[in-house]
């Protein structure tokens, strides 16, 4: 088991970060690096990173200036030890097997990035996706066409595993709103194999005042 860290950017999410950030701890893959970026928040958010990283020692935090979302990715993949990187939304949450469940498809698979899909989250209610445990096996010009015809794989930087050396080169832009989209056919134009996996294991939270909603 290697490691694998956890970026989280947050920025006043004070009502949101509980819930995803118990959702990381609770996870069953052990060896976690948790890395919370707060990224200027103005709310109560940075004191609970805070808070947290005194109970658990495989939680980080950096404080920094407030420089947006991209920003805030790219500090936190620079400082995380981790050989695998995820990425979470601070406003989402995930299921406790999320991390093996990826880890598991990757290695099986000897890809340099494993997907799942994810439930739709508006208010109370879930959306639950059409469901598949096989496991697909893409190189990056057939991963990429996935993306581009919104087939199986989405453009969103969560609900995905990556090898950290991916992104040696490759950084998320800042001053970009749909950053995910600029980065993810870079990420796969870099790896070899994209393995996917169309079991939900990620919650995608659509909150008034979010960057997607905007």
Do not use: W
């Amino acid at each position: 088991m290697e490691r694998i860290t956890v970026v989280v950017p947050v920025y006043n999410v004070e009502k949101y970060l509980k819930k995803c950030v118990d959702s990381l701890l609770a996870q069953t893959y052990r060896d976690l690096e948790i890395l919370l970026v707060n990224d200027g928040s103005t709310d109560s958010s940075g004191e609970m990173c805070d808070k947290y990283s005194k109970e658990y020692s495989n939680i980080v935090v950096i404080h920094k200036e407030n420089g947006g979302l991209s920003d805030a990715r790219n500090v936190g993949i620079k400082y995380a030890t981790g050989k695998y990187i995820g990425l979470i939304d601070s406003d989402d949450y995930v299921d406790p097997d999320l991390f093996e469940f990826l880890y598991r498809v990757m290695c099986e698979e000897e890809a340099d990035i494993s997907v799942c899909s994810m439930y739709q989250c508006y208010d109370e209610k879930v959306v639950t996706p059409d469901i598949d445990k096989e496991v697909f096996v893409y190189n990056s010009e057939e991963a990429i066409a996935m993306v581009l015809d919104s087939r199986k794989i989405s453009v969103n930087a969560v609900n995905k595993l990556y090898k950290k050396e991916l992104f040696n080169d490759i950084e998320y832009p800042i001053g970009k709103t749909s950053e995910d989209a600029f980065v993810i056919i870079d990420l796969f134009s870099s790896a070899e194999k994209i393995a996917v996996c169309l079991e939900p294991k990620y919650y995608y939270v659509h909150r008034h005042g979010s960057i997607t909603t905007s």
